[in-house]
């Protein structure tokens, strides 16, 4: 058997995902010494609640409240706990007594990420958060090291697993949004406050965490555009199905080429939007994630798998936990992060792409002209236009899909149009991706 160096390792929380990796640490600890060239010791677990349930049967020694103690004893330390404090307080001790970082804290990476990487350079420290992003799935290092030496043009991904699992329920199913959110909560894919996940928080949380590995560009969480789910019906579905398309909740993460004096910049956005049966991400069902990267010269990736779980989260977690190992064996600093490119990021006002706009309208004649008017003068050309007639209502109603067009000039339409006299109502807006 061979003398592996001991490394201590300190494990933050023991809830779904953290349980899972120290059962796993503590099973597979003979193994993971072959591939790390380190023997890994879980020295403690740091919890609120030492006699808490947990989903894997762990040894009550390992547990304690004291995270400092843990903390300052540590070669790497694993944080698990999710939120801001005192995760990231944690963090910043761990990282100025010299231990490695591995964290799936996308909240915390998403608000504080350049203080705790700006901590880890400064003693030489390095932070692995594979699992902050999109769960189980490899994103991280691809875009960190795989990707470095390419150019990143445009990411679009599925990034929330609840969001996925109501949208494809409600597309292949028929089932209605309140419906599959229940089910989604039963399921134990959404919390009891589905907030973060229907309202997209989580979404652009993952959004600005890739965007900034792809772009090599600090994304704060505030520049992320931001539209949730909740507005999504049955109408909605069905007429994305007669379109031969699926909605989606998009993180969609690209870099635009402006002209000579505004150089290049950036958009970082997450909303729900049309995406064609055709493209690789509409075949995403259930709570899975994928996420669709376009380079210049690799071409178009795509990463599919769990974007969630317990286990499969352990998993990402684990595969960081040996490469902090390893770092350790080899010697020398930690790697930083590339942030030096420094892109201006857009509003969601310069955004181009298509859409499809759904009208009320009264059933009378000359009000296709009036719509059309309204749409030209906003700048808006009109690929195609559907009319269903509502019978005995008096209404009808238009789907209009549109060439691209800039979001600031759309928004201005869509105004104009529900000012309108012979618009009853906006029915919905939905962006078109993937084309």
């Known amino acids: 058997m061979i003398d592996y160096r001991r490394l201590r390792v300190a494990l933050l929380g023991a ?55 843990l903390i300052l004893g540590a070669d790497i330390v694993i944080e698990l706990m999710g ?78 697993g609840t969001t996925n699992y109501i949208l494809d329920r409600m597309d292949t199913e028929g089932v209605d949004f309140g419906d599959v959110l229940k089910q989604a909560q039963d399921l134990g894919y959404a919390e009891a406050d589905p907030t ?8 652009a949380q993952k959004a600005a965490i890739l965007a ?7 994304v704060p969480l505030e520049a992320v555009h931001r539209e949730g789910i909740t507005s999504i019906d049955a109408a909605m579905i069905e007429l994305a199905r007669k379109a031969d398309m699926v909605i ?21 956005r997450v909303y729900p939007a049309l995406i064609h049966r055709s493209h690789p991400l509409a075949s995403v069902h259930g709570a899975n994630n994928a996420v669709f990267v376009e380079a ?29 190992a390893r770092r350790h064996v080899a010697g020398g600093v930690g790697v930083g992060e590339s942030t030096r490119a420094n892109l201006p990021i857009v509003p969601i006002g310069r955004v181009t792409t298509r859409y499809h706009i759904t009208l009320e309208v009264t059933d009378e004649a000359g009000v296709l002209a009036t719509v059309a008017s309204i749409l030209s003068e906003g700048g808006v050309s009109v690929a195609t236009v559907e009319q269903t007639v509502e019978p005995g209502d008096g209404t009808a109603r238009l789907v209009i899909g549109t060439h691209t067009a800039q979001e600031s000039d759309l928004s201005s339409t869509v105004e104009a149009l529900a000012a309108s006299a012979v618009v009853r109502r906006v029915v919905s807006v939905l962006r078109v991706e993937g084309d």
């Open 83 to 160: 939120g801001i404090e005192p995760a990231r307080s944690n963090i910043l001790q761990a990282i100025n007594s010299g231990a490695d970082i591995v964290t799936a804290n996308k909240a915390l990476l998403a608000t504080h990420g350049p203080e705790i990487f700006d901590a880890a350079d400064q003693v030489g420290a390095s932070v692995y958060y594979e699992a902050a992003a999109a769960g189980a799935i490899p994103i991280i290092r691809p875009l960190r090291d795989s990707l470095a030496g390419d150019r990143v043009n445009r990411i679009m991904g599925i990034v929330n």
């Open 15 to 69: 809830g779904a995902v953290g349980s899972q990796v120290a059962g796993l640490l503590l099973k597979h600890r003979a193994e993971l010494a072959d591939r790390a060239g380190a023997d890994l010791e879980l020295v403690g677990i740091a919890v609120r609640d030492t006699t808490a349930p947990r989903d894997v049967e762990l040894p009550q020694e390992l547990f304690t409240t004291d995270a400092e103690s």
């Open 296 to 324: 210049e010269a690799a071409g178009s990736l795509m990463f599919y798998g769990a974007g969630a779980g317990g286990v499969q989260t352990a998993s990402a977690v684990l595969g960081d936990v040996v490469s902090a």
């Open 196 to 203: 973060a996940d229907i309202e997209a928080y989580d979404a």
């Open 248 to 268: 989606k909740l998009l993180a969609v993460c690209e870099r635009l080429t402006g002209t000579d004096d505004e150089g290049e910049s950036i958009s970082v």
């Open 212 to 218: 900034s590995l792809a772009f090599h560009t600090t």
